[in-house]
Nanobody
């Protein structure tokens, strides 16, 4: 089992920045592929960033160039640096861990018209942290 605990959410004006953290504990040797997901009424739950243990990362198109995902393998903490925030970035941000990759190492999408970051089918989820971006 893996426990995931997010922190760092809050309210910010458009153009601002936030840094989210997700502390992982438990069987992180097995569940070592991580992702950040955003949930809001407009789009439901979508994967926005994923990372492999070797540091290879990929992003959903709307956050490319603005968000950066990183992983501290020693401390088992996942981060999401969010810059140039927009109101449409508002939502609950959840981290997830899986024993299989959530992204493709070559940076492509999983299938035509599909996501860059797949949803874990048998992974673990945190409780989420809320981000509110005001215009």
């Amino acid at each position: 089992q893996v426990r995931l605990m997010e922190s760092g959410g809050g309210s910010v004006q458009a153009g601002g920045s936030l840094r989210l953290s997700c502390a992982a504990s438990g069987d992180t040797d097995t569940y070592k592929y991580y992702g950040w997901f955003r949930q809001n009424p407009q789009k439901g739950r979508e994967g926005i960033a994923g990372i492999n243990p070797d540091g290879i990362a990929n992003y959903e198109d709307s956050v490319k160039g603005r968000f950066t995902i990183s992983l501290d393998n020693f401390e088992n903490i996942l981060y999401l640096e969010m810059n140039s925030l927009k109101p449409e970035d508002s939502g609950v941000y959840l981290c997830a861990a899986d024993y299989r990759p959530l992204i493709k190492a070559d940076g492509t999408i999983w299938y035509p018209g599909g996501p860059s970051v797949r949803t874990p089918l048998n992974g673990y989820w945190g409780q989420g942290t809320r981000v509110t971006v005001s215009s």
